[in-house]
């Protein structure tokens, strides 16, 4: 016997729909590169969006087809989201900072019809657009004075918006993301129109975005990564303001967040560094944050405690692109009104707990499930309706026996269910059976004045097999010692942590999402013995 409720789809458009007719006069500002601003809605971003969709059509895309973007935080980019997957096609949104062999590898593989593009990618396309074997039209966000280039505002004036979305099942994907792996090729997430509106229900709750109509939200975490952590889903559902700034320059963003009285930001932890450096030569910081989402890599606790004492809620978000990618949130705990500062920085530094609709586990490397007690560590393992079931184009599911997702996670689950994550499995430092924990370790370092970045990797040692080499980049001016941040650190871990060796270095290699890329640091030091130095 079935129920007697309606069959309306858990389609992604729905969510644009709400936005245009409940919140349309909310508006969608944007900053753009050249420093000239525009404003439309929630009810121009549905406009264009069927616009762009009947250009689509009208260019012979087909339902399934994959429209790709290589763009900025803007709102043509925004509308490009909802006009592809109106037409009933995948958006498929790339990182420029992928290396030219993955970019060219990742628009083929995903078989692009649809390349839109910011006017400061366009050398990346001048030169690789012969090895793109299936991109058949380029259009420009925003094509200089004088550029043969099609702009983006030029082909929607040739189109009205007289559209009607194209339905389907809500099974169907509506977008395609690259896991910007450190080996081997990346592999696509192809997200479906129900798992991203399910996800994006989720984000909007008090405990993981706190997103609503009274919201003005500046994303930092670009449109190009992990679905910009699902935003431009939930900010049409929550009906809020966005704020786009299509530069990274922290006086600009601090400028908008001031003006636009912005409440809600989300960026990964470089983004705060660079802020706190603008903050501290200007003197200016934002007065309107309410709630600051940091994620990506382990937030730092000083950074976590500054934007506290600034007066914002710090929620520490875990996920991956294969979670759409919400998994965990850390954010204020039952007795939050109980707890000292200290206390409270002392929850947030952890990943949090799970939203209704993903599980965690923790097993060891025998599969056995480990206890939730704090401190029995093991592989984060992770399912629900946005987990992966299996990569774009792959011949196998991604899962274990009984359908949980390997996240390559190293984490605890404490028994009120926060979720700490100690390491990412390939990168934990083994020494004498025991397992170190370089993002502790790193957290530690950057904890200390005069630190700007850190890396831990383990080294091979004859004697407890690995140990920690710890790799520093100072700030600028700062006189730091191997001596002091041994000494720091002794604060901070157990003895039998303690680096055998601190290396002072310029700089420390990243991943296109600006995650430090331990591979190459372990190819750079594989000749470094600790006991030849
Ligand atoms: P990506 O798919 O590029 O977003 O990378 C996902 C990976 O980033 C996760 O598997 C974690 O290793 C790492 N990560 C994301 N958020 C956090 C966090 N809050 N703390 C520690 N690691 C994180």
């Known amino acids: 016997m079935l129920g007697g409720m309606q069959d309306f789809k858990l389609r992604v458009m729905h969510m644009l729909d709400h936005a245009a007719n409940e919140h349309g006069d909310r508006e969608i500002v944007t900053y ?22 009947k250009a689509l059509t009208d260019m012979g895309l087909k339902k399934g087809d994959r429209v790709a973007t290589l763009g900025m935080n803007h709102s043509r980019h925004l509308v490009s989201w909802y006009g592809a997957i109106g037409m009933g096609g995948v958006i498929h949104t790339i990182n420029p900072r992928l290396f030219e062999d993955q970019l060219v590898y990742i628009a083929n593989h995903a078989e692009d019809q649809v390349l839109l593009y910011d006017a400061a990618f366009q050398p990346i396309i001048d030169k690789l657009k012969d090895q793109w074997t299936s991109i058949k039209h380029y259009i ?3 094509p200089p004075e004088g550029s043969d280039a099609q702009g983006f505002e030029d082909l929607l004036d040739r189109y009205d918006d007289d559209f009607a979305w194209v339905d389907g099942d809500e099974r169907e994907p509506c977008m395609l993301c690259y896991t910007s792996g450190t080996t081997g090729n990346p592999k696509g997430v192809l997200y479906e129109h129900r798992s991203t509106t399910i996800h994006a229900m989720a984000e909007i709750q008090p405990a993981i975005f706190d997103l609503s109509t009274t919201s003005v939200a500046l994303p930092v975490v670009p449109m190009f990564h992990a679905a910009a952590w699902g935003l431009p889903f939930a900010g049409a559902l929550a009906g809020l303001k966005f704020v786009y700034a299509a530069v990274n320059d922290p006086a600009v963003l601090t400028m908008l967040m001031n003006r636009e009285k912005v409440t809600h930001s989300a960026g990964v932890p470089t983004v705060w560094l ?17 709630v600051v989402t940091i994620g990506g890599s382990a937030a ?5 405690e500054r934007i506290m004492k600034m007066g914002a809620r710090v929620n520490h978000a875990w996920g991956m692109t294969e979670t759409s990618p919400i998994g965990t949130m850390g954010s204020p705990s039952p007795d939050w009104g109980d707890l000292s500062f200290d206390e409270q920085v002392d929850v947030v530094v952890k990943q949090g707990r799970v939203p209704f609709g993903v599980e965690l586990r923790v097993v060891d490397d025998e599969g056995v499930l480990q206890p939730r007690d704090g401190e029995s560590s093991g592989r984060l393992q992770i399912r629900g309706p946005w987990v992966i079931k299996r990569y774009f184009k792959a011949e196998e599911d991604a899962l274990t026996k009984d359908g949980w997702f390997d996240t390559g996670d190293v984490a605890v689950i404490h028994p009120d269910g926060v979720m700490q994550i100690t390491d990412r499995a390939k990168d934990v430092i083994k020494s004498g059976g025991e397992w170190i924990s370089s993002v502790d370790l790193e957290n530690a370092a950057v904890g200390m004045e005069g630190v700007a970045e850190a890396a831990a990797i383990g080294m091979p040692h004859p004697k407890w097999d690995e140990r920690p080499l710890l790799l520093i980049v100072k700030n600028e001016g700062a006189e730091v010692s191997k001596g002091d941040v041994i000494t720091h650190l002794t604060d901070h871990v157990a003895k039998w942590w303690l680096p055998d060796e601190v290396l002072f270095v310029d700089d420390l290699p990243h991943t296109a999402t600006g995650k430090l890329l331990k591979t190459e640091l372990r190819e750079r030091y594989k000749d470094f013995s600790f006991s030849g130095g």
Do not use: V
């Open 140 to 142: 420009c966000y925003d």
């Open 274 to 290: 660079a802020m706190f450096q603008h903050m501290d030569a200007s003197g200016e910081a934002p007065e309107y944050l309410k």
């Open 300 to 304: 730092p606790r000083a950074m976590i």
């Open 32 to 53: 753009w590169a050249d420093g000239s601003e525009t404003r439309t809605n929630w009810a121009g971003i549905s406009r264009d969006a069927r616009r762009l969709a």
